[in-house]
């Protein structure tokens, strides 16, 4: 039964409410602060409600949705679509007999028709090539061939209403001509696509093999508060990155008096301004993140967590799924999550930032730091079974570190320093190992006290970090004093020689940003010798921890039993519908989409827009 405001009540409320709760429970996305923000924004929750308890958001999100079915179920479909189409189907069949035994006339009645698309969902009248997740929505009930019943959406008929595109016949004709005259070559698109994908907030759907393919491509998508739309982006960044100057005139003219006929002019012009300052990072790599939190239990179970940066140049990292598993069956879960991360890497073509190989970086507690992570294998259950260390960049982040930065001034900061330093002015090595006849004490001052004159140090060699070591209570308060850099022999005592090869790794890195790439070579090495086994690159472990590539990794705010599904080697991958790159959440210019990062994900974010 509706109330007066076209919501529902009573016990038919209660059960709505419980089946988007039981439903939002599988939504392992939702465990990302960035992403409730996105839904709460879309749904129009308040702030409060998307930065409390998970348990809190998803009730409030049901209770809120009950209010106004028939306008908000679709933009709820939506949303979570975004992030996972299976279970965006699974919510949609699920609250469709609600939306069916809706009355159809009455003096309150609501029409199940939204009236609009969520934000920067595409334009439904066409839908955009490639990925369903950002084609459709659900189809509305009540419409004359349902018959009274309500049926899931076709992929290719979605149900909001038709949007008028924002240009006219003759300037969509006009862009025709504009960009028939630009040939793009493969490379070029795939360059192309990521810088506009980069800017938007979400990556473009579809493989547009042409200028003008991509053009139509992002007509199908809202505009932004900015009312710049997604095409016109698109336009600008043709402009820049055409060889032709004149065509390049051409559209930015085109663009100029478009946003001019529509009062956004300046808006157009905060975004170029930003842009010609926006620059690839080198030291941003395509990486795998992976975080490995052991159950409190004391058992051998672990939860998985990952992310995958895609573009490099630019941290965007995008959040995948999280899993149960035992550390016997951590290679399985990494291989499963460096597949995916290929698939995206493959996407995003060479370029000159793109020189090195992917980072794989293992996010972990002070008792997992001395795991051997570089030797897990892909293909373990394969006769070609390899290591991963010989082929990606793999290294160690502090898991406890990263926890404690938000809270932590005096951490954050140490860190932050401590990197600069590192990359200012080189390695500096210093050292730890037992019996080198100075008590713990008088060597931890020596990480914040030095002579006058002498630069910091900057690099850590150490003694294996076991548990209960004094070589893993050194590594804590190194960390504490912001290092980011500490390489160790797994085998335990720092032995002379390796305390030589480390230096000498250190001391023919031309710059502080190889080392990664230098630790990977000397563990190729190592894998191609024979006698490898003996070399300290099959067994050194390098913390290699950048402060300014954060994710959140804090722990769940979840219900009692709300965990991630048990991992299985033959189980489902992960949803292949969109995740959009992530977008700083206050950029006024720019669309909102899932994964927006928060100020702690990306300190120094520089990627066009307003301010930030």
Same mark, same amino acid.
């Given at each position: 039964?509706?109330?007066?405001?076209?919501?529902?009540?009573?016990?038919?409320?209660?059960?709505?409410?419980?089946?988007?709760?039981?439903?939002?429970?599988?939504?392992?996305?939702?465990?990302?602060?960035?992403?409730?923000?996105?839904?709460?924004?879309?749904?129009?929750?308040?702030?409060?409600?998307?930065?409390?308890?998970?348990?809190?958001?998803?009730?409030?999100?049901?209770?809120?949705?009950?209010?106004?079915?028939?306008?908000?179920?679709?933009?709820?479909?939506?949303?979570?679509?975004?992030?996972?189409?299976?279970?965006? %189907?699974?919510?949609?069949?699920?609250?469709?007999?609600?939306?069916?035994?809706?009355?159809?006339?009455?003096?309150?009645?609501?029409?199940?028709?939204?009236?609009?698309?969520?934000?920067?969902?595409?334009?439904?009248?066409?839908?955009?090539?490639?990925?369903?997740?950002?084609?459709?929505?659900?189809?509305?009930?009540?419409?004359?061939?349902? =018959?009274?019943?309500?049926?899931?959406?076709?992929?290719?008929?979605?149900?909001?209403?038709?949007?008028?595109?924002?240009?006219?016949?003759?300037?969509?004709?006009?862009?025709?001509?504009?960009?028939?005259?630009?040939?793009?070559?493969?490379?070029?698109?795939?360059?192309?696509?990521?810088?506009?994908?980069?800017? !938007?907030?979400?990556?473009?759907?579809? %493989?547009?093999?042409?200028?003008?393919?991509?053009?139509?491509?992002?007509?199908?998508? =809202?505009?932004?508060?900015?009312?710049?739309?997604?095409?016109?982006?698109?336009?600008? @960044?043709?402009?820049?990155?055409?060889?032709?100057?004149?065509?390049?005139?051409?559209?930015?003219?085109?663009?100029?008096?478009?946003?001019?006929?529509?009062?956004?002019?300046?808006?157009?012009?905060?975004? /170029?301004?930003?842009?010609?300052? @926006?620059?690839?990072?080198?030291?941003? +790599?395509?990486?795998?993140?992976?975080?490995? %939190?052991?159950?409190?239990?004391?058992?051998?179970?672990?939860?998985?967590?990952?992310?995958?940066?895609?573009?490099?140049?630019?941290?965007?990292?995008?959040?995948?799924?999280?899993?149960?598993?035992?550390?016997?069956?951590?290679?399985?879960?990494?291989?499963?999550?460096?597949?995916?991360?290929?698939?995206?890497?493959?996407?995003?073509?060479?370029? +000159?930032?793109?020189?090195?190989?992917?980072?794989?970086?293992?996010?972990?507690?002070?008792?997992?730091?001395?795991?051997?992570?570089?030797?897990?294998?892909?293909?373990?259950?394969?006769?070609?079974?390899?290591?991963?260390?010989?082929?990606?960049?793999?290294?160690? /982040?502090?898991?406890?570190? !990263?926890?404690?930065?938000?809270?932590?001034?005096?951490?954050?900061?140490?860190?932050?320093?401590?990197?600069?330093?590192?990359?200012?002015?080189?390695?500096?090595?210093?050292?730890?190992?037992?019996?080198?006849?100075?008590?713990?004490?008088?060597?931890?001052?020596?990480?914040?006290?030095?002579?006058?004159?002498?630069?910091?140090?900057?690099?850590?060699?150490?003694?294996?970090?076991?548990?209960?070591?004094?070589?893993?209570?050194?590594?804590? /308060?190194?960390?504490?004093?912001?290092?980011?850099?500490?390489?160790?022999?797994?085998?335990?005592?720092? %032995?002379?020689?390796?305390?030589?090869?480390?230096?000498?790794?250190?001391?023919?890195?031309?710059?502080?940003?190889?080392?990664?790439?230098?630790?990977?070579?000397?563990?190729?090495?190592? $894998?191609?010798?024979?006698?490898?086994?003996?070399?300290?690159?099959?067994?050194?472990?390098?913390?290699?921890?950048?402060?300014?590539?954060?994710?959140?990794?804090?722990?769940?705010?979840?219900?009692?039993?709300?965990?991630?599904?048990?991992?299985?080697?033959?189980?489902?991958?992960?949803?292949?519908?969109?995740?959009?790159?992530?977008?700083?959440?206050?950029?006024?210019?720019?669309?909102?989409?899932? =994964?927006?990062?928060?100020? $702690? $994900?990306?300190?120094?974010?520089?990627?066009?827009?307003?301010?930030?």
């Amino acid at each position: 039964m509706a109330d007066a405001r076209g919501g529902l009540e009573g016990r038919e409320r209660e059960e709505f409410v419980g089946v988007i709760v039981e439903e939002l429970l599988h939504c392992r996305f939702l465990d990302e602060g960035t992403s409730r923000r996105t839904v709460g924004e879309h749904l129009g929750l308040s702030a409060e409600l998307w930065e409390g308890t998970l348990p809190a958001f998803r009730v409030e999100v049901a209770r809120h949705v009950s209010l106004d079915p028939a306008g908000r179920v679709s933009t709820l479909c939506t949303v979570v679509g975004w992030y996972d189409e299976p279970r965006r %189907e699974s919510l949609w069949l699920r609250l469709r007999p609600f939306l069916a035994t809706r009355p159809a006339d009455g003096p309150h009645h609501r029409t199940p028709l939204p009236n609009r698309a969520p934000d920067h969902a595409p334009r439904p009248d066409r839908p955009p090539q490639g990925r369903q997740g950002y084609a459709e929505g659900p189809r509305s009930p009540g419409s004359p061939e349902d =018959n009274g019943t309500v049926s899931s959406p076709p992929a290719t008929t979605p149900a909001v209403a038709r949007l008028s595109s924002p240009f006219t016949a003759d300037e969509h004709r006009r862009v025709q001509q504009l960009l028939m005259l630009d040939p793009t070559g493969p490379q070029q698109m795939h360059k192309l696509r990521d810088s506009i994908g980069f800017e !938007l907030g979400f990556p473009v759907p579809g %493989e547009p093999s042409t200028t003008l393919d991509l053009f139509d491509v992002l007509v199908d998508f =809202n505009a932004p508060p900015d009312h710049i739309p997604p095409s016109v982006v698109a336009l600008e @960044w043709v402009a820049m990155q055409t060889p032709d100057k004149t065509a390049a005139h051409r559209c930015q003219e085109w663009a100029e008096r478009w946003a001019r006929d529509h009062d956004c002019l300046p808006a157009l012009l905060r975004r /170029r301004q930003a842009r010609d300052k @926006w620059q690839a990072d080198p030291r941003v +790599p395509r990486a795998l993140l992976i975080m490995v %939190e052991p159950a409190e239990d004391g058992s051998d179970d672990v939860t998985v967590r990952y992310w995958i940066n895609d573009l490099a140049g630019h941290w965007a990292p995008r959040a995948g799924e999280a899993a149960e598993t035992h550390m016997t069956g951590l290679a399985a879960a990494v291989e499963r999550a460096l597949a995916e991360g290929e698939r995206l890497w493959a996407a995003s073509r060479g370029e +000159p930032t793109d020189e090195l190989p992917p980072f794989v970086e293992f996010i972990l507690p002070y008792l997992l730091l001395n795991h051997d992570v570089a030797r897990l294998e892909i293909g373990a259950d394969e006769p070609g079974g390899v290591a991963i260390g010989p082929r990606y960049c793999v290294h160690l /982040r502090s898991l406890d570190r !990263l926890r404690r930065v938000p809270h932590d001034p005096f951490i954050a900061n140490r860190w932050r320093q401590r990197w600069q330093e590192l990359h200012q002015h080189g390695t500096r090595l210093h050292h730890w190992a037992h019996g080198d006849r100075i008590s713990l004490d008088r060597w931890s001052r020596s990480l914040t006290h030095r002579q006058q004159g002498s630069t910091p140090y900057t690099a850590l060699a150490l003694d294996a970090p076991r548990q209960g070591s004094q070589a893993l209570t050194a590594l804590k /308060r190194a960390i504490a004093e912001g290092f980011g850099l500490a390489l160790w022999d797994r085998r335990g005592k720092l %032995e002379p020689q390796s305390r030589e090869t480390i230096a000498e790794l250190l001391d023919s890195t031309r710059t502080a940003h190889s080392v990664p790439r230098r630790v990977q070579e000397m563990r190729a090495r190592a $894998e191609a010798d024979m006698d490898g086994d003996v070399f300290l690159g099959r067994h050194v472990a390098c913390l290699w921890d950048d402060p300014d590539r954060i994710v959140d990794c804090q722990p769940w705010q979840s219900a009692p039993g709300d965990r991630p599904a048990p991992a299985h080697p033959s189980g489902p991958e992960r949803s292949q519908s969109s995740a959009p790159f992530d977008n700083s959440p206050d950029a006024a210019g720019l669309p909102r989409t899932p =994964n927006s990062s928060t100020a $702690e $994900e990306a300190p120094h974010d520089d990627r066009p827009g307003p301010a930030r």
